[in-house]
Structure formats: structure tokens, C-alpha cells
């Protein structure tokens, strides 16, 4: 949900959204890692159970 509210706010501000000169495009940075790290989290708890279980 982050990283859809402040793409959208990235888009209200067009071209400059994507800019340091909004915190704006700080925060999208920082939605689209906590995204990144989230899955990434994901796949090693499943490679970890696929392990475990024997799969």
C-alpha cells in the first residue's frame, strides 16, 4: 500500500515528483525497498520450509 500511495503521489508531481527536491520521491525509494526486502524475505522463509519438509 506504501508504494502505491507515493507513486501516485510521485505522479502528481510529474517529472520533478522523481526529484530530490521532493520528499516525495524519498519516500517511494523507501516503499519500493521495504517491497524489495519483503519478498526477498518471503522467498527465503520458503526455501528454508521447502528444505525442512523435505520437498
Known sequence: MAEKV???GVQIHGGAGYTKDFAVERHWRDARLTKIFEG???IQ???????????
Open 6 to 8: 507515493t507513486s501516485e
Open 40 to 42: 526477498s524475505s518471503e
Open 45 to 55: 522463509m520458503r526455501i528454508i520450509s521447502d528444505e525442512l519438509l523435505g520437498r
